[in-house]
């Protein structure tokens, strides 16, 4: 008869609950199993300023071909400002209710259609790490591309202390070093765990059968997700010194 076996044993340490669940499937092979996470924290060395143009008229084409002037006078002023191709992304058009889907007393709204797109501008080098010096070319930025009809995007969580206010997060460009630590911190946690699970077993680990390893990515705490789909960035935070790096790790034992 096949035997199977599920440990209520969650253990909380600072990063995360680690479920554990050993059991036995057709075959002589036994398998236990450690779920785990592992978090590190990268220092940014990119912000990205999120912005939103926006033009009304009575027929959806005409707000696009409203928008799509201001797109143009914004990336004129935005060369003229030094900034270069690179660093500017300019979203998809959309479109909505005039008003941005805001209805009135009454159950009014105003007639005709929105047509929108994200503006994403990227910032890197020394400047990021100046709080005022960043604060201020921030906020230049955000006052000359208003000329130009776009408006600073609110985005919940970000740090005003350390630049322009509710528009701005901070992110890393190559995760990749900081996920392997994250990987290593999970695992370096799997085999005590698994360990003290086979002890109460009264059994032994003898191999490693299988790992997976997912990156928790494209979070960033109180921002939608959907925000964040036109940027080719994995992790985001409101703090320069701070962006967190995590993954999920599942890594099955076997024993007997």
């Known amino acids: 008869m096949k035997k199977t076996w599920i440990l209520g044993l969650?253990?909380?340490t600072g990063l995360s609950t680690m479920p554990l669940y050993a059991k036995k499937p057709a075959g002589d092979?036994?398998?236990?199993?450690?779920?785990?996470?592992?978090?590190?924290?990268?220092?940014?060395?990119?912000?990205?300023?999120?912005?939103?143009?926006?033009s009304t008229a009575p027929l959806a084409a005409d707000a696009l071909e409203e928008n799509n002037k201001k797109l143009e006078g914004?990336?004129?002023?935005?060369?003229?400002?030094?900034?270069?191709?690179?660093?500017?992304?300019?979203?998809?058009?959309?479109?909505?209710?005039?008003?941005?889907?805001?209805?009135?007393?009454?159950?009014q709204r105003p007639p005709g259609f929105d047509a929108y797109s994200s503006l994403y501008i990227y910032i890197e080098g020394p400047e990021i790490n100046d709080p005022a010096q960043f604060s201020k070319g921030?906020?230049?930025?955000?006052?000359?591309?208003?000329?130009?009809?776009?408006?600073?995007s609110n985005l919940s969580n970000a740090n005003t202390?350390?630049?322009?206010?509710?528009?701005?997060?901070?992110?890393?460009?190559?995760?990749?070093?900081?996920?392997?630590?994250?990987?290593?911190?999970?695992?370096?946690?799997a085999r005590p765990l698994a360990d003290e699970v086979a002890g109460r077993m009264k059994v032994n680990?003898?191999?490693?059968c299988s790992l997976s390893v997912?990156?928790?990515?494209?979070?960033?705490a109180g921002v939608p997700v959907a925000t964040l789909d036109e940027i080719p960035y994995d992790y985001f935070s409101s703090s320069v010194d701070a962006v967190p790096v995590q993954v999920h790790v599942n890594i099955t034992y076997t024993y007997k």
């Open 29 to 54: 092979e036994n398998h236990l199993t450690v779920s785990v996470q592992g978090k590190v924290n990268a220092k940014a060395d990119l912000a990205i300023v999120f912005m939103t143009v926006r």
């Open 205 to 208: 680990i003898t191999g490693v």
């Open 161 to 189: 202390a350390l630049g322009g206010g509710s528009e701005v997060l901070f992110s890393i460009k190559d995760p990749a070093p900081y996920e392997k630590q994250a990987t290593q911190q999970a695992l370096d946690k």
């Open 10 to 12: 969650l253990l909380v």
């Open 214 to 220: 997912s990156p928790a990515a494209r979070a960033a």
């Open 138 to 152: 921030v906020s230049t930025l955000l006052d000359e591309l208003s000329k130009e009809g776009a408006t600073a």
């Open 74 to 107: 914004i990336k004129v002023r935005l060369k003229a400002l030094d900034y270069k191709d690179e660093q500017v992304k300019i979203g998809g058009a959309r479109f909505g209710p005039a008003g941005g889907g805001v209805y009135y007393a009454g159950g």
